[in-house]
């Protein structure tokens, strides 16, 4: 299993895409697997339940996917590592990657992006300032790629995890 981490907006979820069309891999969206187990979206499972439980439910399909899935891309969502467990989970068990992008890329890309649930109010402030408390939640990854520039990432990860 490949797992993609990184920032929100980072480009994980279309380098998963990527990625599975062109090495004939499935991939798994993590919040599209908790949406769809809990007949909800990411947005209203925050305003029901709150973040923690929002933060168990991803812990727990994460621990499902890694576990049980056949080999693919499993792309998880900007907080996935926040639970250490999930991060020892994806070490042992996936070849894990960051996607890292920087801060003003993501701000370009995610300026009108209104659909994720810790980035409501004023964008620019709340990502600058997620941004830097998540600074080092992914250096436990086992290698990191260029996420503006996607295409090679992509070649990247599959150099990197063919050679483990």
């Given at each position: 299993m490949i797992a993609l981490?990184?920032?929100t907006g980072a480009g994980k979820s279309t380098l998963g895409k990527l990625l599975?069309?062109?090495?004939?891999?499935?991939?798994?969206?993590?919040?599209?697997?908790?949406e769809k187990k809990m007949k909800m979206?990411?947005?209203e499972i925050f305003s029901n339940f709150g973040e923690k439980r929002f933060r168990e439910l991803?812990?727990?399909?994460?621990?499902?996917?890694?576990?049980?899935s056949p080999i693919g891309v499993l792309v998880t969502g900007?907080?996935?590592?926040?639970?250490?467990?999930?991060?020892?989970?994806?070490?042992?068990?996936?070849?894990?990657?960051?996607?890292?992008?920087p801060l003003s890329e993501i701000l370009h890309r995610l300026e009108f992006d209104r659909t994720r649930p810790l980035l409501q109010g004023e964008i620019e402030e709340r990502?600058?300032?997620l941004y830097n408390e998540r600074e080092h939640l992914?250096?436990?990854?086992?290698?990191?790629?260029?996420g503006t520039n996607l295409r090679l990432a992509e070649s990247r990860i599959m150099a990197k995890w063919m050679m483990r």
């Open positions: 981490i990184g920032f599975a069309r062109n090495y004939g891999l499935p991939c798994y969206d993590n919040d599209k697997i908790v979206s990411i947005n991803e812990a727990e399909s994460i621990a499902n996917l890694v576990n049980s900007g907080g996935a590592p926040l639970l250490p467990e999930t991060c020892q989970l994806l070490l042992s068990r996936a070849f894990t990657v960051h996607v890292y992008t990502l600058t300032k992914y250096d436990f990854a086992h290698a990191v790629v260029d």
